[in-house]
């Protein structure tokens, strides 16, 4: 089940908790390995998503596409900050080609025996649009990344 809460400042920050049939391995590995998530960081199964670069280091850069069919195209760039299989994992997150400024994304893998507790915090939002279009398509992904385990 999706939650989304906000912080102290509801406009900059979100938060999106989800549970997860499999192990925090597992869960890690699909946010890590390029060959998994090309099959699922999008938000919808309308978008294929190529994985340009995936630098997976403190300092190591990411350039991941998202392609709707219907012609439109989303790249998600930036770095890693903290790797810490299977526990955590922190990178900022920017929109090439839009205004926007890094924000950041911070994922905790939470062992819940057989499941595992994605608590997925993104800070640094520009605006109430900038976090509702992010919640929206974090719960997309997240979906995809559901059915994909």
């Known amino acids: 089940m999706d939650t989304a809460t906000t912080g102290p400042s509801a406009v900059a920050a979100l938060e999106v908790r989800r549970t997860i049939p499999a192990t ?24 294929t998503t190529i994985v340009h670069e995936l630098d997976l280091r403190v300092g ?3 350039r991941i596409e998202m392609r709707h069919q219907g012609g ?3 790249i998600a760039v930036d770095a890693y900050r903290e790797i810490a299989p299977p526990e955590r994992l922190v990178f900022t997150w920017r929109w090439e080609g839009h205004e926007m400024p890094d924000t950041l994304v911070s994922l905790q893998f939470l062992d819940r025996g057989a499941e595992t507790e994605v608590v997925l915090t993104h800070t640094g939002l520009p ?9 929206e398509g974090w719960f997309g992904c997240l979906d995809r990344l559901v059915a994909e385990i």
């Open 127 to 135: 605006s109430e649009e900038s976090r509702a279009k992010h919640q």
């Open 72 to 74: 439109a195209q989303n």
């Open 60 to 62: 190591g850069r990411f």
């Open 24 to 47: 925090r391995q597992r869960i890690f590995k699909a946010w890590t390995k390029a060959a998994t998530v090309s099959r699922w960081l999008a938000p919808t199964d309308a978008y």
